[in-house]
């Protein structure tokens, strides 16, 4: 019992999302397709996998110990 005033609230609210229509910022778009200024995280350089040893890493203080 008690499961058709959910039911219901759950289809009007969908019906809600299928048939609205959302306000679409368009210059934002057209910034954005448009090729303005790169996003700022593309002028970073790639970082290099190498490992220095310089880093503490957390992990050594629970690895076995070798000897």
């Known amino acids: 019992m008690g499961r058709g ?6 289809t009007k609210v969908a019906r809600e ?8 910022d368009l210059t934002a778009l057209q ?8 996003p700022v995280w593309a002028n970073r350089e790639p970082s290099s996998d190498k490992d220095d040893g310089d880093e503490y890493d957390p992990y050594d203080d629970w ?5």
């Not at 910034?31 to 790169?38: C, D, I, Q, T, V």
């Open 5 to 10: 005033r959910q039911k219901a609230k759950q």
């Open 17 to 24: 999302l299928k048939y609205s229509t959302p306000n679409t």
């Open 31 to 38: 910034r954005e397709l448009g090729g303005a200024a790169p």
């Open 63 to 67: 690895a076995p110990r070798t000897r």
